[in-house]
Every structure is written in structure tokens, then in C-alpha cells.
């Protein structure tokens, strides 16, 4: 039922040293502020801290009492205030409200801003305008790379997605570029780098310009991890906004993973009490149906309570001695592995209830139809009911997207009508949520031959122009068109299929998407590292508007061991889907590489178009 | 072998002094020393000689020259002094020399005669005048200590950091001191003085008067006092011929001397060797030189012309017109070595030869010697060699050199432009290239664009071709001195050289290339930097110039927009109609009516909006925006008469909600208002009526005219509220092709059977197939069996 790896597989680095990195550090700088002191902590941080220093930890170093940073007055008491919060001036202005106040009522304490990863010169700027650079302490904590799981590092910044493909704001390309330098120093350099999109050039650029200001450090370590693949979000938004069907990305879907766990309510726990239950390999039962298609897994759960029911009844036949053996040896693990078993089995019931609520089958025929470029009529008949009937904005949103890149752009008459019934039923401030799509590239419309409005026209010219050099992606994609029909079919992304995909057994990448569509991204990655270059990919570069922007840096003698080469770090800038880790895992499996996954945030359709959403404050 | 100790002259029992020459002077000085000012940096540096004219009335009118020479006696500067009277010259540890005026100022010069800066010693010294000065080295630098026209002290201990001190009063002092010094005990400069038969201490503080241990009665006057160079020891000398020494803390005396000569000496200075424990002081009249110490006798030399003492970390340079001597006590190794009838190894050893030879001749009997020390002090001695050559002239001793270090050597090298000799030396001793190499070329680069008379492509090609991509030189830095001496277009052109680009923008805003710093900046890729320059453009510009700039950067448009979004919301409206950019702009002013709080401001807002709309020749948006404003209107006219929320709901919700409420015909009239499409209108009354489960209401909708979405959604609907009596009165309406769904939907198998049977539909059968369940859906299920199989043989 689950794959297991090849028995030549390469061993995973260990990344839990990334964690105990980013603990000491914190610690340093708790300790910069002695004494006991109370500590602000901004909401998108929590999880993430969780990870790294749980709360006794904090109370070891001083730590009084914990706040949540929102935007009120604090309570606290404490003489000295230090603040864990993301580089947003937003958190600044709060920061400086609190110590204004503070100063309005003659009270003097201590104030030190934490910085997470980084801070930025804009924050400060802010301090200095609010008139209180003088009274608190700024530091960093460059804890940018948190291990989720043995093979998944996430700097749990989703704002990036925002940030870089709609706002055009460059400024966590720093961060990246930080992150692969620390990776570089522990575990040594890599020999092979490959890269798509302009982010992923960016990134790499700062990040060899790094590496070269400090030189002498890697230049002598054996290289552990033998490649690394650069992707941009916006190659492939299409993956992005599938249904996911593969357990892992269904969970994600449905309850939201958050940062590595996920909260199953009562109606899973079946007990009064929600749980948070952590979801990664250490967790038996789920790391053998995380990568599964979820039509297999409600069978392997219940052959999986078979059998455990068969090893409690072992206990039937036993003596004192045998007794006292499972008793002390197995009962616990048994226990445990029960424990876990009605989770998961409780979690997919949740989700076959909801799933089959919204009639799940139409959906993801539609979706299907729109990745064939079959009854495109019928898709968008189907989308607009599913506006009028007011199933789900996000979902709405997300049929739209995907009706828009998969057509080169919606026509104009489509455009304008389910704009007009989105806007009817969900609420006219989405006029701005589709302003920032049109902008994203994620809902255009086809444009009539080549009259392109004036911006538009004014744009493209910029990004034709060599000189204009690194101009922002956010207009660049004005000008491109998705063309992912010809990728489809250049790439061969839709399978054919006599007869019924087996989902129990995989052929290919197309197996987390039923049967239907191979990842665009993770196609892409395997054709790259199957030729080490991008050779004989012109013509797909050309179509994913990436001829200037994909690079590959070979080494010409590997001096790598044949162990590290077949290690491949993949980052993905802007978020990556659990549906494309599960897909390229089974390409890992069936080629004997192992993949490890560096991305901005763990991503889903859902995600991915709240954050292009306009909505009232 | 005797001539190695011809020039030892014992004193005492165990040590020997000996004086030999360093260098004979080919100066050419036209005056006796004793008419100049005469200032020489220790560790075999400088000297400066300044005629002082001041001295005598009648020649003020003459402009003096200041000549500085190395101390081999080769010229390096000469110029005609400008200022007002110098009282005092001395050079500081960077080997710069300070010029103390009478009215208190300092002038700072180079070793080259190049002007530096200059700096005040205060108010009290401009008013009273200076009438002594002294330079003084402590661990914290250079200080300066002055004593003015009204006996008072003024003490800076750095004049890198000037901080001036003036000190206590010394009571009852009616005139100058007879002699004075800088003490520095527990890392505080401290002053002695002389008044008559008392010496005071000052310090910060205080003034205490303090009294030499075990001084010989009938003192009534102290001529000279002497420190040593380490601070550590002091000598008096007294009008009764009597030199005391003894510790600078004067708790401690070490011996005293009576040379029976009462004329005041000239000057009086320490001999001593580190880690010796011989002392002696060195005094020296018109034409006597006495070497004094812990010994009944002491050994005297005759000096035939001027001379001029200067104090070492091991000994004391004596220069005049005609020759440059050092003296100082013969070490332990040498003397164990060449004294006479020694019996020590290293005598022995002599046998073969000089020094060198018998060193390296020696090594090879000691199997485990390791080399490194032998070969360590040979390039030491190579270097010292080197660099005490005529041409060079630093004369430094093997322990000067030690104490100075050859970072700081070579320093000094670079000082003098001898850079091809630090070169050769960094080679010669295998520095690190970023301390030894690279430095100095960076340095000589430095020195290279103050050569005004070479023009900017012939420097910035000279430069790149010595420096090329040496590690650790920055181009930065050479570009700042090149624009420090106002050459704009050579540090342009060097910073293109500068691999980093974000090294570049610091330089490039400073000489005003704000525009050239962006691009750099972006270049770089760090935002921070880019955001700096912003800033900087943003005052330095007018506005209008300022977003033309930001037109053109992309890059650094998105990033101050993100500002601005957060912090200068007017800003970001201004940016946006530079650009006229409509469409943004549309957006903008939609986003600002979500912040106002009343009606009227909303609308406002929402009509600009819609204006900038249509400037941008987006009409859909245009519209939307006018609907929403219609639509906002309408709302609260709803609040009004019904008395309940309707704001902020969509249309679709406003309508729901007046169906919900009962208002069907207001309903209706707003889904005529905003053209709601049937299917919408149809879907949305279903879901209403049924919500209500009006089955009644929804029957006669059902009948109102032919259904644009069919009637499975009311079977659907119906179902959803457990309604199958309704649901089945739809069902038999729904068309042929989406009945079986229907009739499954109710629950009703067999029929939906018989449908597909009929119609002889394969998917609708497996459909029906796969809802027959149990035992009483059986017949059924052999019903579609048998037609299935029926319809495959036909």
C-alpha cells in the first residue's frame, strides 16, 4: 500500500540542526534583555515559535508573561516589554502606540524589538518617525528555515506570495538568498543549481554574490545535497489551484495544516475536546496514507484497524509470561498506533461528509474538463451557477482562475458577465480582488489581437526592454499569456488513458491529480534533472514567458558523492502544494532520488486566493 | 675581533654602554641645531627642525622654513612656516607633527609637510599665551600638555579625541617652573613640577606637593627632570650637581650621582633596556655627554658640535650636524659573546665567525633545534636591514621593532610612499594578502589620486591595472580620497571598478549621483539600500523629479508604493496621478470609502472612483462602481423604512433578505433595478422559499413561467430540507436528461431504472446500479442486469 523507498535511497540530512540554531539564537537575544520581561508575540509567529521554544523554554529565560500582538492596549505590567514580530510597520506602529502611551503617562520601561528574520530599514524609519527610535532596542532573529518534517523546510512567510506577484516588492528576496547561504554553510555548497522564473534568478544571483563576499567557508566541504531547483509560484499556478486529492493536500484543503499540525475538531476526536494533532513522518499511520490518492485510503485505514484488532486478539491465546511481554512491549505501541488510526479514520469521514455535501464528483469533472480543454461551455455554465448558488467565494474565485489560465484568458463577454455575478453575489468590494488578479496574471481576459490597452502596451514595452532589466514581475505578467494548452501538450501533462487509472498503483506524477493532469512544476523539475540542463526545453521556456529567466549551473566534474546526487533540494518561491510534495515523492521513489522541499509557505488554492482578496477592514 | 669591543665603556661592574653611528648627515643645515626648533619621533622616526626666530626681535619679519628630514638626514618637507610663533614642535605615534602656537593653536602636518587640521587648546591658553609645551606618548595616543603665561596647565591626553583638562592650581606659584614633566601613573597623565626646593604633583584632582625619597640635603633648586620611556622611572637633576633617580611614583630611590657640574644641562634622558636592570640616565651640556648609573664612576664623552638627544625604548639617538649616533647598553648576548676572555657558548661559538655564520653554523650540532626561530630572526634582521638603509632611514633596533610591530612598520612605510619596499616586504614575509599586499596597494592607490597632474582615464587604468580583483582592496574606499580631493568623475570612475554595488551607493549619493546610487542599489538587490536612496531622492528632489525617477525604476516604485500604502497615503494618490495611472488610482479612492464612516463620504469616495474609472477607459469597473453606489443608496433607504441592517450586503444577500423578510415585491424590484439574470434571480428565490419552506409560494413561483435552471435544483432543494413529499411533485417535471438524477435523489431506485432502461443510457445505468443497495433494490438491479446484457446483444 505505501511506497516504500528504494533500498538505495539516499539518507536525508538532518535539519534539526536548523532548529536548535535558531533556539540558541533566540536565547541570546532574550538574554541581551536580563531580567524578567514580558513578551509580545505577533499571531503569524506563534506556530512557528511553538516549534522552536515552547513556553517553558521562554519562562527559563525570564520570560514572564506572554502577550498576543493585536491591536490593543497592553496590559501588561512588566518594566520590560520585548516584542517578537514579523518586519511589518504595522506591528511598528503598534509598538510605537504602546510606548507613546506609556510616555503620555510618565512611564518609563524597557523596550527591545525583535525582528523575525530580519528587519528592514523602513521598520526603523517608522521608529524614527513615531519619534521612539530612541527607546527601544532593535535585533534580528534570523530564523528563517523552520523543518516541518524530515524532508520539509518552510520559512513560513506566506505574505511573500503577496508580496512579490502582486505588490512587486522585492524585499524577501534578501531573505531567501539568506537562507540558501545558511543552508550552503551546513550543508556544504551544491555542485548543480537549476532555476525558473525571475524570483528564483533574483534569489539565486544575491545568493552566489553571498557566497562569493564569504568564500573559504564551503569552498572545501563535500557537498550533501547535489542539486537545487529554484521555482517561481507563478510558472505554474495552475497545480496551485487544483482540488487537492491526495490525503495530505485533502487535509490541507479541508482543516487547514498549520505550520506541520492541524486541529481536528470533536466530531473527528469524537470526544468533547478539539486536538492538535502534529502531522509529519513521525506519525505512523500518516506517513503511510499522506501520499496516498484519497479513494485508497479509507480501505488501507480499515485493513490497517484490522490488523490491530488481530494483534489485540493475540492476547486470547497467551500465558502469564507471554502476557506480561505484550504488556510491557507492544500494548503501548498498539495503544498508540489506535490512537492515530481513529484520528485519521475520523478525519476522512469528516471529509467524505463535506466533500460529497458540494457534489465533489461535478467539481472535479469540471476541473478535469477545464485541464483537457474539453466542454468549455458547460465549465463556465457550471461556474456560474456555482456563483449563483454562492457555494464558496474562495471557490468561485478559484473556478475562474483556473477556467482563465487554462483558456489563455477568459473571453471578453465571460469576463465581464461572471465578474458581474461574482460581484452580485459576493459583494462589490471584490472589484479590487479581481483588479489584483488581472494584475497577478490569474484572471485576464483574451485579449482582441493585438489592441492592448495603453498600460498594458506601455508595460510590455518595459519588459521588452533589456535596459528596463529587473523590472517587477507584477507588470511583467500583464504582458504574458499562460499558453497552458500548448504546455499541456508539449509536456504531455495530461495522460493518456485506456481504460481505468489505477490509483492503487501509480504509473506516473498524474496520480495525485486522479489520473488526470501531471503537475506542471513537477514535470518541469523532472525534465531539467533528467537532462542536467534545459536543453531541448526552449520552446516550453518560450511558452511559460521564461526564455530570460531560466538558468542552469553545472558542475562540469562531480566531485559530489553518488549518494548527494541523487539529493535534490526544490525551493519554491511563493508556496508549494502538498499534492506537488506527495507527486514528487513518488517520482523520488521511482527514480531513487529523494527530494527535500524549501518553500516560502505551504500552499493551497485557498491560501493562494485569500491572499489576492480584497476585504473590508 | 677587537674592534667588536672597542667602543664598550663599562660602568660599574656589570654593564658596558657603547655608542656607534648610524647614519653620517648630509643635511646641510644652515644653522647650529641650537637655533632651531628640534623635534625627532622616537622608533627611528622624523625630524622636524623649524629656525625659531621668535626668539630674537628683529628678525620676526622673516618668514621661517620648516624642514623635516627622515633620520638618516634625507629631506622630505620643507616649507615656509605662515602661522604665528611656534612655542613648541612634536610628533605624535601616527607620525604627525604637532606645532604648538602661542595663542594655544595646534597645527597638525604630515610627514610631508601636508597641512591636516588644526585645533584649539581653549579660551584660558588664547588668552594667556603659551610659554612651554611638551608632546607626550601614553598608551592612549599622543597628548599635549601646556604650561601658560599664567602658570597654569591645560593637558589633552589624545588629541584624536581632544578632550582638554585644565589642571589645579598650584599655590603660591609666582613663576614658571624651574622644570616640569608628564607623569602617566594608573593610566592618568599626571604633571611634576619644580618650584625652588619643592616638586608638586598634579593631577586632575590636586595639587600635592611630594618629596624624592633619600635626596641629598641643600637642594634649593631642581635645573632638569627626566621620565623614562616607559614612564616607570624618574631623574632630578639638582643645582647641587646631584642627579637622583629613582621610581616615578617617588617612593623609591635607585641611586644618586654627583657629577660636581651645577651648570644646567641641556637635556637629560634614560638609558635603559627592557627587562635590563641596569639604569642610567644619559645628560648632556654644550660640549659633554655623561653617561650616569648605579656606579661610583661615569663614563663621559666628548660631543664636538650641537647635539640633539632622543630618547628610545632601549637606548638614545643623538644626532647633529654631522652625524646620527645610538647609544645604548651593550645587551647580555652580545656581551656574553665578545666580552673578553668570555667563556660563555656563545663565545666559544665565535670561532666561526660572525654572528650569522655562527648561528647558522651552530644549528647544525642540534639535531633538535627547530628552525623556525633561527629563521624568523633572519628575516627579521633582513627586514631591519632593509629599511635602515640611507635611502630608507629608520634605523630601528631588533626590540623597537618588535615593540612597534611590523603591521604598524609597514604603516609607517606606506606613510613615507615607500611602497614598493612594503611590498616586497609583505611579500618577503608571506603576509596575508589582505593585511599586507592589498592594504598597501589600496594605499598607494590612495596616494595616487591626489596626483592632480594625471588625468582621470590614465589614473583609474593605472590603479585597476596594479589592483585588479585583489582580495580585501575596496575601489570604494579609493573613489572617497579621490572625492576628497574633488576629483567627482575619477571616484566615478573608479567605483565602476567596485565589484559590489552595494559598496558603490554610499560614495554616490554623498557626491550627489543620487540617480546613479538607485540604480546601483537595485542592483544590489538590497531593498534596505534602495529604500536609503528613496529617502534621500525624496529630499533631495522636488516632487515632481522624484516620481519621474521612481517612473523609471520599477523596482523601486513597488517598494515606496508599500510604504506609502502604510505610512503616506497621499502620497501614494500623488504617485498614482503622476503616472495617471486611472485604473490604480479608481482603486485607491475605492479603498479610501472603506474608511469613511458615513453614507454621503462613501458615495463620494466611490464616485471619484468610478470617474477615474472611466478615465482609464475601464467602463466594466466603471459601472460596478456606480451600481455599488446604487446599491449602497438603496440600502439605507431599506434601513430606513424596514429599520434593519442592509449595508455592506451584497445584492444577492439584499435580496435574499427581503424575500426572507416577506418584501417579495421590493424584491423584485430591485433584481429589475440591477438586471439580476433569471437563472440568478430563480436560483436565489428557490433557495429563499425554501429556507422560508414556503412550499406553498414555491409551487406558484415554480409556475410562473418555464424554469431557466430546469427543476432538479427544487428537487435538490426540497431534499436538502427533508422535504421528499415536494421533492417528488419536481421530480416528475425535471427534462429527460437529468431525471434518473431526480428520481435517484428521492430515493426512488426502480423507477429510475425503468428511466434509463428506456433511454438506454450505460452511465445513468451504472448510476442507478450504484444506489441499488440492499435486498429490496434486488429486482431492480437484475432489471438493469438483464437489459444491459440485452442491449450487448443486439
Known amino acids: ?617 | 675581533m677587537d674592534c667588536y669591543t672597542a667602543n664598550w665603556n663599562p660602568l660599574g661592574e656589570s654593564a658596558f654602554y657603547r655608542k656607534y653611528e648610524l647614519y653620517s648627515m648630509d643635511w646641510d643645515l644652515k644653522e647650529e641645531l641650537r637655533d632651531y626648533l628640534v623635534a625627532a619621533a622616537p622608533y627611528g622616526g622624523p625630524i622636524a627642525l623649524l629656525r625659531n626666530p621668535w626668539q630674537k626681535e628683529k628678525a620676526a619679519s622673516i618668514r621661517p622654513v620648516l624642514e623635516i628630514y627622515s633620520a638618516s638626514g634625507m629631506p622630505l618637507a620643507s616649507l615656509l612656516w605662515k602661522s604665528g610663533p611656534v612655542v613648541s614642535l612634536g610628533w605624535s605615534a601616527e607620525e604627525e607633527l604637532l606645532c604648538v602656537q602661542e595663542d594655544g593653536v595646534v597645527l597638525v602636518y604630515g610627514l610631508h609637510g601636508d597641512f591636516r587640521r588644526h585645533f584649539s587648546m581653549g579660551n584660558e591658553v588664547l588668552q594667556n599665551r603659551v610659554l612651554d609645551a611638551r608632546i607626550f606618548h601614553t598608551e592612549f595616543g599622543s597628548g599635549v600638555a601646556i604650561l601658560t603665561g599664567a602658570h597654569r596647565f591645560t593637558l589633552s591626553a589624545n588629541v584624536g579625541d581632544l578632550k582638554l583638562r585644565r589642571m589645579p592650581e598650584v599655590p603660591g606659584l609666582q613663576s614658571a617652573p624651574s622644570c616640569w614633566t608628564i607623569l602617566c601613573q594608573d593610566r592618568v597623565a599626571q604633571i611634576l613640577l619644580a618650584v625652588g626646593p619643592d616638586l608638586y604633583l598634579l593631577d586632575h584632582a590636586a595639587c600635592s606637593a611630594v618629596t624624592p625619597p633619600g635626596l641629598a640635603p641643600g637642594v634649593s633648586s631642581f635645573l632638569q627632570m627626566a621620565v623614562s620611556f616607559t614612564y616607570r622611572h624618574l631623574a632630578l637633576f639638582t643645582d647641587t650637581g646631584c642627579i637622583w633617580m629613582g621610581t616615578a611614583s617617588l617612593k623609591e630611590k635607585l641611586c644618586e650621582f654627583n657629577c660636581n657640574i651645577r651648570a644646567p644641562p641641556k637635556q637629560m634622558v634614560w638609558c635603559s633596556r627592557p627587562r635590563s636592570k641596569e639604569r642610567a640616565v644619559v645628560v648632556a651640556w654644550e660640549r659633554r655627554l655623561m653617561v650616569v648609573g648605579d656606579a661610583p664612576e661615569s663614563i663621559q664623552f666628548v660631543l664636538d658640535e650641537d647635539s640633539y638627544l632622543v630618547p628610545e625604548l632601549d637606548g638614545v639617538r643623538i644626532f647633529s650636524r654631522s652625524t646620527h649616533e645610538f647609544l645604548h647598553e651593550v645587551p647580555v648576548a652580545s656581551e656574553e659573546i665578545f666580552k673578553i676572555a668570555s667563556m660563555a657558548p656563545g663565545a666559544l661559538l665565535l670561532e666561526a665567525q660572525k654572528e650569522y655564520e655562527a648561528a647558522s653554523f651552530g644549528k647544525c650540532f642540534l639535531d633538535r633545534f627547530p628552525p623556525d626561530s633561527f629563521v624568523r630572526m633572519c628575516q627579521d634582521l633582513r627586514v631591519l636591514n632593509a629599511i635602515r638603509d640611507y635611502h630608507i632611514g629608520i634605523p630601528l633596533t631588533y626590540s623597537q621593532y618588535k615593540q612597534l610591530t611590523i603591521q604598524v612598520l609597514l604603516d609607517r612605510l606606506v606613510l613615507r610612499r615607500l611602497y614598493p619596499l612594503a611590498i616586497q616586504i609583505c611579500e618577503y614575509l608571506r603576509l596575508p594578502e589582505v593585511q599586507g599586499v592589498s592594504r598597501i596597494l589600496a594605499h598607494w592607490a590612495c596616494y595616487k589620486v591626489q596626483q592632480k597632474d594625471v588625468s582621470d582615464e590614465d589614473v583609474a587604468r593605472a590603479i585597476n591595472q596594479k589592483l585588479g580583483d585583489t582580495p580585501g582592496v575596496s575601489y570604494s574606499d579609493i573613489a572617497a580620497r579621490a572625492y576628497g580631493c574633488g576629483r567627482t568623475e575619477l571616484a566615478i570612475k573608479l567605483l565602476e571598478y567596485e565589484p559590489r554595488s552595494g559598496e558603490q551607493v554610499p560614495l554616490l549619493l554623498k557626491m550627489k549621483r543620487s540617480k546613479l546610487a538607485l540604480s546601483k542599489a537595485i542592483e544590489s538587490g538590497d531593498t534596505d539600500l534602495v529604500f536609503t536612496v528613496l529617502l534621500h531622492l525624496k529630499n533631495e528632489l522636488n516632487r515632481g523629479d522624484f516620481f519621474m525617477t521612481l517612473r523609471n525604476q520599477p523596482m523601486a516604485l513597488s517598494l515606496y508604493r508599500q510604504f506609502c500604502k502604510h505610512q503616506e497615503l497621499e502620497t501614494l494618490k500623488d504617485l498614482y496621478n503622476q503616472d495617471d495611472n486611472h485604473q490604480e488610482l479608481g482603486s485607491f479612492h475605492i479603498r479610501a470609502s472603506y474608511a469613511e464612516e458615513r453614507i454621503e463620504g462613501r458615495v463620494a469616495a466611490l464616485q471619484t472612483a468610478a470617474d477615474a474609472f472611466y478615465k482609464a477607459k475601464n467602463e466594466f469597473a466603471a459601472k460596478a462602481t456606480e451600481d455599488q453606489m446604487r446599491l449602497l443608496r438603496l440600502q439605507r433607504r431599506l434601513e430606513e423604512e424596514l429599520g434593519r441592517q442592509f449595508l455592506d450586503l451584497s445584492l444577492h444577500d439584499t435580496v435574499t433578505t427581503l424575500i426572507l423578510d416577506g418584501h417579495n415585491k421590493r424584491a423584485e424590484q430591485l433584481a429589475r433595478d440591477f438586471r439580476i439574470p433569471d437563472k440568478r434571480l430563480w436560483w436565489l428565490k428557490l433557495t429563499a422559499l425554501a429556507d422560508l419552506e414556503d412550499w406553498e409560494e414555491l409551487e406558484k413561483f415554480s409556475k410562473s413561467k418555464k424554469s431557466p435552471i430546469g427543476y432538479l435544483p427544487f428537487v435538490e432543494i426540497c431534499m436538502k430540507q427533508h422535504n421528499k413529499y415536494e421533492a417528488k411533485k419536481y421530480a416528475s417535471r425535471v427534462g429527460p436528461e437529468q431525471k434518473v438524477k431526480a428520481l435517484l435523489l428521492v430515493g426512488d431506485v426502480a423507477q429510475a431504472a425503468d428511466v434509463a432502461i428506456e433511454r438506454r443510457n450505460e452511465a445513468e445505468l451504472s448510476l442507478v446500479l450504484s444506489h441499488c443497495t440492499g435486498a429490496t433494490d434486488g429486482a431492480t438491479a437484475d432489471k438493469i442486469q438483464r437489459a444491459r446484457a440485452q442491449a450487448q446483444k443486439k
Not at chain 1, 482563465?404 to 469576463?415: A, H, M, R, V
Not at chain 1, 542552469?552 to 541523487?566: F, I, N, P, T
Open chain 1, 1 to 617: 500500500m505505501s511506497f516504500p523507498h528504494r533500498p538505495d535511497a539516499p539518507e536525508l540530512p538532518d535539519f534539526s540542526m536548523l532548529k536548535r540554531l535558531a533556539r540558541d539564537q533566540l536565547i541570546y537575544l532574550l538574554e541581551q534583555l536580563p531580567g524578567r520581561k514580558d513578551l509580545f508575540i505577533e499571531a503569524d509567529l506563534m506556530s512557528p515559535l511553538d516549534r522552536i521554544a515552547n513556553v517553558s523554554i521562554l519562562k527559563q529565560h525570564e520570560v514572564d508573561k506572554l502577550y498576543k500582538v493585536e491591536n490593543r492596549p497592553a496590559l501588561s505590567s512588566s518594566e520590560q516589554l520585548c516584542f517578537l514580530v514579523r518586519p511589518r510597520i504595522k506591528n511598528v506602529r503598534y509598538i510605537a502606540s504602546l510606548v507613546n502611551a506609556d510616555k503620555l503617562a510618565g512611564r518609563t520601561r524597557k523596550y527591545k524589538v525583535i525582528f523575525s528574520p530580519q528587519k528592514f530599514y523602513a521598520c526603523e524609519m517608522v521608529l524614527e518617525e513615531e519619534g521612539i527610535f530612541g527607546d527601544v532596542s532593535c535585533d534580528e532573529w534570523a530564523f528563517s528555515l523552520l523543518p516541518l518534517d524530515v524532508d520539509l523546510l518552510s520559512m513560513e512567510l506566506p505574505e511573500f506570495f503577496r508580496d512579490y506577484f502582486l505588490e512587486g516588492d522585492q524585499r524577501w528576496i534578501n531573505t531567501v538568498a539568506q537562507a540558501l547561504h545558511l543552508l550552503s554553510t551546513l550543508y556544504g555548497p551544491f555542485p548543480n543549481c537549476y532555476g525558473i522564473g525571475r524570483c528564483a534568478k533574483m534569489s539565486y544571483e544575491l545568493w552566489r554574490k553571498l557566497e562569493e563576499e564569504e568564500d573559504g567557508e564551503t569552498k572545501g566541504r563535500r557537498p550533501e545535497i547535489g542539486h537545487i531547483f529554484l521555482l517561481d509560484r507563478d510558472v505554474d499556478f495552475v497545480t496551485a489551484l487544483c482540488s487537492q486529492v491526495v490525503y495530505e493536500g485533502l487535509v490541507d484543503d479541508t482543516f487547514r495544516i498549520k505550520c506541520g499540525s492541524v486541529d481536528f475538531g470533536p466530531e473527528i476526536t469524537s470526544s468533547d475536546k478539539s486536538l492538535k494533532v502534529l502531522l509529519n513522518a513521525e506519525d505512523k499511520v500518516f506517513s503511510e496514507i499522506r501520499n496516498e490518492h484519497f479513494s485508497n485510503v479509507f480501505g488501507f485505514l480499515s485493513q490497517k484497524a484490522r490488523n490491530l484488532q488481530a494483534q489485540y486478539d493475540r492476547r486470547r491465546g497467551m500465558d502469564i509470561k507471554q502476557m506480561k511481554n505484550f504488556v510491557s512491549q507492544e500494548l503501548k505501541g498498539l495503544k498508540q498506533e489506535h490512537r492515530l488510526l481513529s484520528l485519521h479514520i475520523g478525519a476522512c469521514e469528516s471529509i467524505m461528509k463535506k466533500k460529497t455535501k458540494q457534489d465533489f464528483q461535478e467539481l472535479i469533472k469540471t476541473e478535469h474538463a477545464l485541464l483537457e480543454g474539453f466542454r468549455v461551455r458547460e465549465s463556465t455554465s457550471y461556474i456560474e451557477e456555482h456563483i449563483d448558488r454562492q457555494v464558496s467565494p474562495i471557490e468561485s474565485l478559484r473556478l475562474m482562475c483556473l477556467l482563465s489560465i487554462t483558456e489563455n484568458g477568459l473571453i471578453p463577454k465571460d469576463y465581464r458577465s461572471l465578474k458581474t455575478q461574482y460581484l452580485q453575489s459576493y459583494g462589490p468590494e471584490h472589484l479590487l480582488t479581481f483588479s489584483n488578479l488581472r494584475r497577478a496574471g490569474l484572471l485576464t481576459e483574451q485579449a482582441p489581437g493585438d489592441t492592448l490597452t495603453a498600460v498594458e502596451s506601455r508595460v510590455s514595452k518595459l519588459v521588452t526592454d533589456k535596459a528596463a532589466g529587473k523590472i517587477t514581475d507584477a507588470f511583467s505578467s500583464l504582458a504574458k499569456r499562460s499558453n497552458f494548452r500548448a504546455i499541456s501538450k508539449k509536456l504531455n501533462l495530461i495522460p493518456r488513458v485506456d481504460g481505468e487509472y489505477d490509483l492503487k498503483v501509480p504509473r506516473d506524477m498524474a496520480y495525485v491529480f486522479s489520473g488526470a493532469y501531471v503537475p506542471l512544476s513537477c514535470r518541469v523539475i523532472e525534465q531539467v534533472l533528467e537532462r542536467r540542463s534545459w536543453q531541448g526545453l526552449d520552446e516550453v521556456l518560450r511558452l511559460l514567458n521564461c526564455s530570460e529567466l531560466a538558468f542552469a549551473d553545472v558542475a562540469k566534474e562531480d566531485k559530489a558523492s553518488s549518494e548527494s546526487l541523487r539529493l535534490i533540494l526544490v525551493v519554491f518561491l511563493g508556496g508549494c502544494t502538498f499534492s506537488e510534495i506527495s507527486a514528487l515523492r513518488f517520482l523520488g521513489r521511482e527514480k531513487g532520488y529523494r527530494f527535500i522541499f524549501l518553500t516560502t509557505a505551504v500552499t493551497n488554492s485557498a491560501r493562494l486566493l485569500e491572499a489576492m482578496s480584497e476585504v473590508k477592514a
